[in-house]
């Protein structure tokens, strides 16, 4: 069985200069107040979360791997988990408190900055996931990621593969899968991590230029 770890206590901070940053407003703008005054509501009731496990891969054929018992037909994640024998799969999440208090918005541009902060707020979720993985695993290198979704080559379909392997989703961290495949509440992220040579990223794959979360280069198809 692998070994799941759940981090649902942990501390972040949200200042308002990135909020500010992102909405392109400036500082002394008439919205400043108002935006100032959401993000202190949302950070009273944020309560990020996010979980991950330590997965053996226990086989590898030509186009798939079977990790942890389950196999998954996929030639992309073949070839970067070949010369591994351990993935790091994870779900992080902005959390439901900080979802309900969105949904208590109706005003448009409210809306629309709350949705902002939530995916601030998911960011620092992950940047603490992935630097704990890091330590408790002692890994110095690059940390490598892959999502389903994010790429044709891993459809969001396959979303129920990677929660079928980490289980009890739902009751460890309050995210749930929709018969579509999208996770709630929205600002949630799932995939694994690896260790790898050549620093694979997904969006050197990913042909969305103006993605405002692009972390390398497009290099086209694989």
């Known amino acids: 069985m692998m070994n799941k770890y759940i981090l649902n206590d942990f501390e972040f901070t949200v200042t308002i200069d990135e909020v500010l940053k992102r909405f392109k407003i400036d500082s002394g703008d008439e919205d400043e107040p108002i935006v100032a005054k959401m993000l202190a509501d949302a950070l009273s009731v944020a309560r990020p979360k996010a979980m991950y496990g330590v997965a053996s ?27 591994i024998n351990r993935i790091f799969p994870y779900i992080a999440t902005c959390g439901e408190e900080v979802e309900a ?53 891993w459809p969001i379909s396959e979303q129920t593969v990677l929660f ?7 009751e460890s961290v309050g995210v749930r899968l929709t018969d579509s ?42």
């Open 57 to 83: 891969i226990d086989e590898k054929g030509e186009d798939y791997v079977v990790i942890e018992g389950k196999k998954i037909i996929n030639p992309l994640i073949r070839k970067n988990v070949d010369k």
């Open 101 to 153: 208090w969105s949904k208590t918005l109706d005003d448009e541009f409210e809306q629309f900055w709350a949705d902002g902060i939530k995916e601030i707020i998911l960011i620092k979720a992950v940047i603490h996931l992935a630097e704990t993985v890091k330590e408790q695993f002692n890994i110095t290198g690059y940390l490598s990621k892959m999502s389903p979704g994010s790429l044709k080559e």
């Open 164 to 170: 079928d392997l980490i289980g009890d989703v739902y």
């Open 181 to 222: 495949f999208l996770m709630l509440p929205i600002k949630s992220v799932s995939g694994f991590y690896f260790t790898s040579a050549d620093n694979f990223e997904n969006c050197a794959l990913c042909p969305i230029l103006k993605c405002p979360g692009r972390r390398a280069e497009y290099k086209g198809d694989v």
